[in-house]
């Protein structure tokens, strides 16, 4: 099973920008991908996702058009880049593996792995 560390999380200001990276070990290949993210007293929710080819990619409408997924299998590595960053993206990003290749439903599936996650905080 892939087991998966994130880094690249810190204080920001607004406007500013970060780069995430989940590094996995094991089949990295073999896993869609997703980050997800929760703040203090919210629930965790989904921010963007990939296929294991990288040729499918979802965001949620609040991250869209500024934080982009992205992976190189090569590497075993799962990157998000987050520009514009907001206040309101304050949060703890974790990387997540789902095993099933052949369905692309990533806000709804049980992940079969996650990472410990890394703080992002954004100050107005």
């Known amino acids: 099973q892939v087991q998966l560390v994130e880094s690249g999380g810190g204080l920001v200001q607004a406007g500013g920008s970060l780069r995430l990276s989940c590094a996995a070990s094991?089949?990295?290949?073999?896993?869609?991908m997703g980050w997800f993210r929760q703040a203090p007293g919210r629930e965790r929710e989904f921010v963007a996702a990939i296929t294991w080819s990288g040729t499918n990619i979802d965001y949620a409408d609040s991250v869209k058009g500024r934080f982009t997924i992205s992976r190189d299998n090569a590497k075993n590595t799962l990157d998000l880049q987050m520009n514009s960053l907001k206040p309101e993206d304050t949060a703890v990003y974790s990387c997540?593996?789902?095993?099933?290749?052949?369905?692309?439903?990533?806000?709804?599936?049980?992940?079969?792995?996650w990472g410990q996650g890394t703080q992002v905080t954004v100050s107005s």
């Open positions: 997540a593996a789902d095993g099933n290749i052949y369905r692309f439903n990533p806000r709804h599936v049980v992940y079969d792995a």
């Open positions: 094991g089949t990295f290949r073999r896993y869609n």
